[in-house]
């Protein structure tokens, strides 16, 4: 009895005694919608999403930090949710709704998330804050409660090397409040 | 990471006989379900995992919560630790569950992952996690790097001499107080499995984590109506505030008459190899006045059975004052 038949193939369907072992040969096409766009991509079935983005098709805003969903450096938004991309298979996301943070603003249309990390200096080195970013604007439909502690630990999963911490809080305060952003120590 | 086919399941049936193929349902399965990846792409970017098919279940039609006519509740294989740690009738009355899922993983991690997925979490042991270190659970034979090595974390209850692995979701600890029941589909059809007997202990064969077989599918979780009167807490102890694994947690769900512990449900998460439900602990409750002294003795009662190892003897003391502290605020009078 052989069911796999009844299984939609995403990738071909060889049996695992004859599985390729080497890299590449075993590609899946893949058609992704990524920020209102689609693409079509032939990838390895072992390409995560955050890959696909940032070695593919050049969204270099998600950042590889522990590339193991410690970090948060790869937060983009799935279906509105936000997800670590570098614990997806993008061949596993057809049909989603996928957001990066090149979705959420551009240099000359920030997003309001955008303007209160530039207004409170929410950084230093810059590498986790577009996930620190992508993480805030999810957050803001959250049920997150009011209190700074709400924020910090609805943002735990964000890890900010620098420790620009304090600052981070207070852009996502500012935003939540609709207040001027204000610049803490 | 190994190379893998990717297969989408379109029903159960086809998602059961696909996995039925692999030789096991436990560690080094050539077949494995894949849901939210939390644990199994990080386990295969280590080679810890080396499946070689996967089958997406994401798309089945498993990720509903809804209350069962007994007043209990029923929860998709597939359903987001997210979705059910805020669901209004998982706050209101099964608070324990909630809020043991909120207190693990992050935002992000807690959207992906699933309550099938989190049932099947494997450990944080660092010898576990690196291939290069000798582990019976991950291969079998090889020795226990844990014992007598970086065993700060890990478990004093319910090990053996062939592995000292914690169980590392906070989620489990809340269902085995809640006595939830875990419905599987296999090639044999339909059982359901009370959650103290789905986690097996490690024994010799620390490669078996659960009572599963291949091909067997969990296509749903339900938890028994509340008890009337009770209330329930999750309290966990870690070395960060968030975003941590627990090194003592407690999950209890008492109910108290006329100052009297009525019914008490018990199990410690952090401590052991499986999620551990204390019957010893609920003994030493039932029936008697809810006061600290009674607490502390249902505390020692619970890790009477400890066995700490060179790094980890903190924990005995840690989980006892955790399961007292759990049980002083889950009874006191607002």
């Given at each position: 009895m052989d069911n796999e038949s009844d299984l939609e193939p995403v990738v071909s369907a060889a049996e695992p005694a004859?599985?390729?072992?080497?890299?590449?040969?075993?590609?899946?096409?893949?058609?992704?919608?990524?920020?209102?766009?689609?693409?079509?991509l032939d990838i390895d079935p072992r390409v995560t999403l955050l890959d696909a983005l940032r070695e593919r098709l050049q969204l270099t805003g998600s950042k590889k930090g522990c590339d193991h969903g410690q970090c948060g450096a790869c937060t983009v938004h799935i279906n509105g949710r936000r997800v670590n991309s570098c614990l997806?298979?993008?061949?596993?996301?057809?049909?989603?709704?996928?957001?990066?943070?090149?979705?959420?603003?551009?240099?000359?249309?920030?997003?309001?998330?955008?303007?209160?990390?530039v207004a409170c200096d929410a950084y230093q080195c810059g590498y986790c804050t577009p996930g620190q970013i992508m993480s805030a604007v999810a957050l803001l439909k959250e049920p997150c409660g009011p209190e700074d502690a709400d924020v910090k630990e609805f943002m735990s999963g964000n890890i900010c090397r620098c420790g620009a911490y304090p600052n981070i809080v207070a852009a996502i305060q500012s935003v939540r409040q609709n207040a001027k952003p204000q610049r803490t120590g | 990471m190994k190379t893998f086919a990717l297969t989408r399941a379109s029903d159960s049936a086809q998602a059961i006989a696909s996995a039925a193929k692999a030789s096991t349902a436990q560690q080094g399965a050539e077949?494995?379900?894949?849901?939210?990846?939390?644990?199994?792409?990080?386990?295969?970017?280590?080679?810890?995992?080396?499946?070689?098919?996967?089958?997406?279940?994401?798309?089945?039609?498993?990720?509903?919560?809804?209350?069962?006519?007994?007043?209990?509740?029923?929860?998709?294989?597939?359903?987001?630790?997210?979705?059910?740690?805020?669901?209004?009738?998982?706050?209101?009355?099964?608070?324990?569950?909630?809020?043991?899922?909120?207190?693990?993983?992050?935002?992000?991690?807690?959207?992906?992952?699933?309550?099938?997925?989190?049932?099947?979490?494997?450990?944080?042991?660092?010898?576990?996690?690196?291939?290069?270190?000798?582990?019976?659970?991950?291969?079998?034979?090889?020795?226990c790097a844990a014992i007598g090595g970086a065993n700060r974390s890990l478990a004093i209850l319910g090990t053996s001499e062939h592995c000292i692995a914690t169980n590392p979701s906070d989620m489990n600890v809340a269902m085995a107080a809640l006595e939830a029941t875990i419905h599987v589909r296999g090639t044999k059809g339909e059982r359901s499995i009370p959650i103290a007997d789905f986690h097996v202990l490690p024994g010799n064969t620390p490669q078996r984590e659960t009572v599963l077989e291949p091909g067997d599918l969990i296509t749903h979780v339900t938890l028994p109506p509340p008890a009337p009167g009770s209330r329930s807490l999750y309290l966990k102890l870690r070395d960060r505030a968030s975003y941590e694994f627990a090194l003592a947690s407690a999950a209890v769900v008492v109910t108290v008459a006329n100052g009297k512990v009525t019914r008490a449900r018990i199990a410690l998460g952090g401590v052991g190899t499986k999620p551990w439900r204390s019957t010893e602990a609920e003994g030493e409750l039932t029936g008697q006045s809810a006061t600290e002294v009674v607490f502390r003795k249902a505390a020692e009662a619970a890790l009477r059975g400890a066995k700490p190892q060179s790094e980890n003897g903190f924990k005995v003391e840690l989980a006892k004052r955790c399961l007292v502290h759990a049980l002083k605020l889950a009874t006191q009078t607002a």
């Open positions: 004859t599985a390729p072992t080497t890299v590449g040969n075993d590609s899946v096409h893949v058609k992704l919608k990524i920020n209102g766009k689609d693409y079509a997806c298979f993008a061949a596993m996301h057809e049909g989603d709704e996928i957001t990066t943070l090149e979705g959420i603003g551009q240099p000359e249309n920030l997003h309001p998330v955008q303007s209160a990390f | 077949i494995r379900f894949i849901g939210g990846g939390t644990t199994l792409i990080d386990l295969m970017k280590l080679n810890v995992e080396q499946p070689q098919r996967l089958v997406d279940i994401n798309r089945l039609p498993l990720d509903k919560i809804e209350a069962l006519p007994d007043g209990g509740l029923t929860i998709g294989a597939v359903v987001r630790n997210s979705d059910l740690a805020y669901h209004p009738l998982v706050c209101k009355n099964y608070a324990v569950l909630s809020e043991a899922i909120l207190s693990g993983a992050s935002a992000q991690l807690r959207n992906m992952a699933t309550t099938a997925g989190n049932l099947l979490q494997r450990t944080r042991c660092m010898y576990f996690r690196a291939t290069d270190m000798p582990c019976n659970k991950r291969e079998p034979g090889t020795g």
